[in-house]
């Protein structure tokens, strides 16, 4: 039988004004910038007036090490948004927006799937509200700026050697990883050499996904470190005066989307940090302003609970002031095999002791969260090969673990494939058995900070970084950046630096081959193994199959 795509289910959906889903928030058409009859921003007034109301409960949705069976973690958040409204409670979604390297490379987009997604998905999936391409103009602007005041006499005494502001673009592009600028004679600078990331690598990134407003935008735009100069002291974007200039960029960018699910119900989609070199996390904007007009708030972590989750207690909710008060976690029968030992080509096929040899990947993840103080509960996310027999195993291993396993069919079903998750989460929260407390405290050296995360979160020997490295961590604890909290750079598919060693591997070390100063977004990035800032296209991209239909309408998203 034929499957119907993602694109078209979406294409197919009855969407409804914009206006009709924020009144369901109580937002009035006021407190909306429409961007078309189906998405618009939320106004700044609007944030600033909720401000006083209480709470609403927050629930991560998170995940297992991603493999190439999928897990479907943002499928999963959608779906129980949807759920939980369809048991009458008041919810909405919170994730992120898609990064078009992503979209045109290998992974795909990021508005959920089957009957679990956000609309409209091709606007989600390419330009959107222009979040992105802000960001962008923003974060290269600074870069024109630094190279423009060396060119002018460079006041400022930058070592062009120690320019640490590289240049961004949102696409999957190697050649730019390592590049040479200001080539061609004394008209265009002085050369030196310099690289691009991807747009969702960009501190600019992690920095609006931060802010609380224009005021702390502005504030956290000026620190960033940008170069340092012969004496090793270091050049902020604020020396440079560009920090004015970047948030009129980006003042709109600042603004929450608010767009609906096929079902309409709000959803937040704002925000897009890589879960590897940035926290991976929704704007905390998006996230608080949610939980003021709303009973539960779902919303999601990047890659595994290894990294985004992680990230998500340890920088984002220590920043932003929240907790959850539930924790999902998503796994799939397919990948439990995978982690098991079984190749992509036979994930079909009935096998119970692959799923069995599997779950360790899952039971560590669930340890990993529980350690939070946070209750959890496991979503299995299903596939139509899955057996009765393997989805007991799974409900049977994580209730050893602890904790209960719900099959949920969201994808085919909707809203009505997961009523047994929402009602479930939905007790869950109610009931106030959390009692969040973050990995390490703000006071703990930085190298410390990163073994812990390698010990209590990896389960590894400990993290290997040679003297240069140490020594740095040394200075920025000397210069007061030692309370920030560090954001370890890795695989996202292995609790290792390997993306082969699946499962739960024991007996290895994290390496750290270079480690980076947030200044602005508050934060140290370790860089650990051969993890990229800018990602590479497949031997066959996505961009291959993406076109317009002889009706003008987009072909090959998913």
Known sequence: MAVTSDIEIARAATKRPIQEIGAKLG????????????????????????????????????????????????TTTVGLGDGLNAIGKKAVVCIREASLGPCFGMKGGAAGGGYAQVIPMEDMNLHFTGDFHAITSAHNLLAAMIDNHVYWGNSLDIDIRRVVWR????????????????????????????????????????????????????????????????????????????????????????????????????????????????????????????????????????????????????????????????????????????????????????????????CANLGRHIANVTSFGVPVVVAINHFV??????????????????????????????????????????????????SFAPTYPDDLPLFDKMQTIAQKIYRADGVVADDRIRDQLRQWEDQGYGHLPVCMAKTQYSFTTDPERRGAPTGFTIPVREVRLSAGAGFIVAICGEIMTMPGLPSVPAAESIMLNDDGQIEGLF
């Open 27 to 74: 937002i009035e058409s006021a407190d909306l910038v429409p961007y078309g009859h189906d998405k618009a921003k939320v106004s700044q007034r609007l944030i600033d007036a909720v401000q006083d109301r209480p709470d609403g409960k927050l629930i991560l949705v998170t995940a297992i090490n991603p493999t190439l069976a999928g897990e479907g973690k943002t």
């Open 385 to 434: 090969t899955d057996t009765e027999a393997e989805v007991e195993a799974v409900k049977a291993y994580v209730a050893s673990q602890g904790a209960e396993a719900i099959l949920c069919k969201h994808w085919a079903q909707g809203s009505a494939g997961i009523i047994d998750l929402a009602t479930r989460v939905a007790e869950i929260a109610d009931a106030g058995g959390a």
């Open 167 to 358: 240049r961004v673009m949102d696409m999957n592009d190697r050649a730019l990883r390592q590049i040479t600028v200001s080539l061609g004679g004394v008209r265009n600078g002085f050369p030196r050499e310099t690289g691009f990331d991807i747009t969702v690598a960009s501190e600019v990134m992690a920095i609006l996904c931060l802010a609380r407003n224009l005021a702390d935008l502005q504030q956290r735009l000026g620190d960033i470190i940008v170069a340092y100069r012969r004496d090793k002291t270091p050049v902020t974007c604020r020396d440079l005066k560009a920090d004015g200039a970047m948030t009129v960029l980006l003042k709109d960018a600042l603004q929450p989307n608010l767009v609906q699910t096929l079902e309409n119900n709000p959803a937040f989609v704002h925000g897009g940090p890589f879960a590897n070199i940035a926290h991976g996390c929704n704007s905390v904007t998006a996230t608080t302003t949610a939980l003021k007009l709303a009973d539960y708030v779902v919303t999601e972590a990047g890659f595994g609970a290894d990294l985004g989750a992680e990230k998500f207690m340890n920088i984002k909710c220590r920043k932003a002031g929240i907790a959850p008060s539930c924790v999902v976690v998503v796994a799939t029968v397919r990948a439990m095999k995978m982690n098991g030992g079984v190749p992509k080509a036979d994930l079909g096929a009935e096998n119970v002791a692959a799923v069995q040899a599997g």
